[in-house]
């Protein structure tokens, strides 16, 4: 936070992408209410548009999300992301994309922080016994046919405490 270069930047993002995915799009805000939210309006304003692989990202949320409606505090300089599949599974299959976008989150952390994670039950990640970061996968579905027509994969990773209120400093942690 604060230093050139250390900040989110959709720019820094694109540069740092294999060359598969060099082509999905990125949205990027520096402050926005919700990144799950915003991907939900896009699928709302582009119904079967090119959404696959869209992702949302921003610095900070205001109205960020956990499980059960439960806020998630999303301050400045965190990495807070959306990303956008559309699966060709049912909606019973659909708690294994949490499993596998947790597994790659603590895996990611363990590599770029070299920091031990771990994954409480199903979308949490602890580092040294603290959340660090938060999962929510929200679908669109046909309920027809039973086929999600869409994913919605919420990440929030905490990169500072600063700010954070006192009673949350006792839980959360930061990578």
């Not at 540069?15 to 209410?33: Q, S």
């Not at 059960?68 to 505090?73: D, E, I, P, T």
Request: aromatic residues 6%; glycine residues 10%.
């Amino acid at each position: 936070k604060g230093e050139e270069g250390l900040r989110l930047s959709e720019d820094g993002v694109r540069r740092a992408l294999p060359p598969a995915l060099e082509g999905n799009r990125i949205i990027f805000y520096d402050v926005t209410d919700s990144t799950n939210l915003r991907a939900r309006q896009l699928l709302l304003d582009c119904p079967g548009g090119r959404t696959h692989g869209t992702v949302v990202l921003a610095s900070q949320q205001t109205a960020g999300r956990g499980r059960l409606g439960r806020s998630f505090f999303s301050p400045d300089a965190g990495i807070y992301l959306s990303i956008i599949i559309r699966p060709d599974f049912d909606m019973s299959k659909s708690i294994l994309v949490t499993v596998a976008a947790a597994t790659a989150v603590a895996e990611a952390i363990e590599e770029v922080c070299r920091q031990d994670a771990e994954i409480k039950w199903v979308n949490d990640i602890y580092v040294d016994g603290k959340k660090v970061c938060g999962i929510l996968t929200e679908a669109t579905a046909n309920f027809e046919t039973g086929q999600i027509e869409n994913l919605i994969i919420g990440i929030g990773i905490n990169t500072s405490t600063e700010g954070f209120p006192e009673d949350l400093l006792k839980t959360a942690g930061a990578v």
